[in-house]
């Protein structure tokens, strides 16, 4: 039948069940973190003891989920990867009461329909196991076989048969980061289960159940499993209750705080959530104490009647509602500023460095002088033709370099660098003008244009968590051909032996982390390329920091290296790097001063 257009109206259909499966798997299973979080939380609900855990490939090539809960008889072995098929909730008003974390009954049918999987499980009364095994949502197999009491669920081959979900995963270091999140997410929810963790046959995490009777206490020992025993320790302890509301957990103190912003852990009800408002809730709570470009570790637990809380928001089950959002953000901020309150926090900053924990050498500015120009010493300052045409040294200044002065400069507020020219005055921003230069010289020396390593004088040691280990690995040619010269050994250690021309001197392991935090956050954030990512976040990592006092040669040094950059105008993130009043702007100024 057509309509007033003339176009027919097309007849309206029930989609196949195969083809809803794929579709609702892209709200479910959004990468193979995801599937992997669901398997767990299945595992979870089934009381499990111990969860074991197999990647292959950052979870494209394989997820495979060992447990030893209840186990499931060879019937709901088979019914369980039909669609909306739970053991959860049988009625509506059973919603308003759910304390397990899985309930919809979408997982396994999301799961199966993107992927090949093979699942073996078996009762505790039961003699003999069952298997099914499906593909894309068809079922292949299901027959008995041996198996161990519990569950083991395969997942190979994520988006398979749906390509264009498969070409948008990010790189396998990216993606296994997320498979961490997930992995630590479960492991600090549940500290008295067992936990391990193995990626390409390399075991990452093998957690040892947690026994005791206090809730902090068993939470300190999983933390301190995970992140080490003298970082857990070192946490402060928070508990509270209302009649509403209650809440335990940790958090940590001002010199702890993490380059990271993921290391931020959140429950409500033992659910692993993201709420903006929660996470504020506890930022506000800092207010004051958090240095710039750091962020606060915390795991807190809200417990509260499930009708006061609305967990079938999201898809993933990954986002909550309160009845009363005001009360419970005023709740939170309130528990963890009287933890802070109670443990004497006082910050030590460096009045002469606002913004950093760590300290420097005395006397030294924190700009290394190694940025080294391609020309003679003592040479005037370049400015390359063409581009700054206008930015020349005043007259009377280039007459007193005749007699052996440096041009006329000086420091604002430890931020800016000030300096006349022919037109007026030019005003640096020396942190944006750092950044240019670290960025162009990067991308130059990535590219094999230019070698710039300076070797320390004595190794520096740290140690890299799994998400940035395997980020480490993949970077490794990008980061050795940028300059630095570091040695892996086991367990995460890592060796730094040299880094690039040019970065903040004193700091080299910290400025590491600093690297592969940042070149997460720019993936997260933006695409580019590997190379050009890797010296963004080299020059964002190694900059001079605002509030560091320069020396009159380091100024004069940065000004000839920003003049020989192809952009001297904007640092790579896009921000001004100079600005020029001219001497009419001065003059149109001060003609309008009150007399």
Not at 6 to 18: D, E, K, Y
């Amino acid at each position: 039948m057509a309509n007033e257009r003339g176009v027919s109206s097309p007849r309206i259909h029930v989609m196949p069940s195969s083809l809803a499966n794929k579709i609702a798997a892209g709200d479910v299973v959004a990468r193979p973190a995801s599937a992997l979080k669901e398997l767990v939380e299945n595992a979870l609900d089934a009381g499990a003891q111990n969860i074991n855990i197999e990647i292959k490939r950052a979870g494209s090539q394989q997820i495979l989920v060992r447990d030893d809960g209840c186990g499931m008889s060879p019937e709901d072995a088979v019914r369980c990867f039909s669609r909306h098929a739970t053991s959860k909730i049988r009625t509506a008003a059973e919603l308003n009461q759910i304390w397990t974390l899985g309930f919809r009954g979408e997982a396994l049918a999301s799961v199966a329909a993107v992927s090949q999987v093979t699942l073996k499980t078996r009762r505790q009364e039961d003699h003999q196991g069952h298997l099914v095994r499906i593909h894309g949502g068809e079922i292949q197999a299901s027959e008995p076989c041996a198996a161990a009491a519990g569950t083991a669920i395969d997942v190979r081959n994520v988006f398979y048969n749906v390509p264009a979900r498969r070409a948008f995963l990010k790189s396998p270091a990216t993606e296994f980061s997320h498979i961490v999140d997930i992995f630590l997410a479960q492991a600090l929810a549940n500290p008295r289960l067992g936990f391990s963790l193995v990626h390409n046959g390399a075991e990452v995490h093998r957690l040892a159940p947690c026994p005791g009777e206090d809730d902090n206490r068993v939470l300190r020992a999983r933390v301190e499993q995970i992140f080490g025993t003298r970082y857990g320790r070192q946490l402060i302890p928070l508990r509270e209750s209302t009649n509403y509301i209650s809440a335990y957990g940790l958090v940590c103190r001002a010199e702890q705080m993490r380059r990271s912003r993921k290391e931020r852990f959140l429950y409500v009800n033992g659910r692993s959530v993201r709420s903006m408002s929660l996470q504020h809730a506890v930022m506000s709570a800092y207010e004051g104490l958090v240095p710039h470009r750091r962020y606060p570790f915390f795991v807190i637990f809200l417990s509260l009647d499930p009708r006061h809380v609305d967990v079938n928001v999201h898809p993933a089950k990954i986002e909550v509602r309160f009845d009363s959002d005001r009360d419970v953000y005023g709740f939170l901020r309130a528990v963890v500023r009287k933890a802070l309150g109670s443990a004497d926090l006082v910050p030590q900053f460096d009045a002469a460095r606002p913004g950093t924990l760590h300290p420097r050498a005395p006397g030294t500015s924190g700009l290394s002088i190694t940025m080294q120009v391609e020309s003679d010493a003592g040479r005037k300052p370049l400015v390359p033709k063409g581009k700054l045409s206008d930015v020349v040294y005043a007259p009377d200044v280039a007459e007193s370099e005749k007699e052996g002065a440096g041009p006329q400069i000086w420091q604002l507020h430890n931020e800016y660098i000030c300096t006349p020219i022919r037109t007026g005055l030019m005003i640096l921003d020396q942190r944006a003008a750092h950044e240019r230069i670290l960025y162009e010289r990067a991308l130059n020396t990535i590219d094999g244009r230019t070698v710039a390593s300076q070797q320390l004088l004595f190794a520096e040691t740290t140690n890299l968590d799994p998400r940035d280990l395997a980020l480490f690995d993949e970077l490794h040619p990008l980061l050795e051909s940028l300059g630095f010269n570091i040695d892996k050994y086991s367990g995460g250690t890592v060796v730094v032996h040299g880094m690039p021309q040019g970065l903040r001197s004193g700091l080299e392991k910290y400025v590491l982390h600093e690297v592969l935090s940042e070149y997460k956050n720019n993936a997260d954030k933006m695409r580019v390329s590997p190379r050009e990512n890797l010296a963004r976040s080299v020059a964002r990592s190694g900059a001079i920091k605002a509030g560091t006092a320069m020396a009159p040669e380091e100024m004069r040094t940065l000004i000839d290296e920003l003049f020989q950059c192809k952009d001297p105008y904007s640092s790579p993130s896009g921000r001004p790097v100079l600005i020029r009043i001219s001497k009419e702007e001065l003059k149109r100024r001060f003609s309008k001063a009150p007399l």
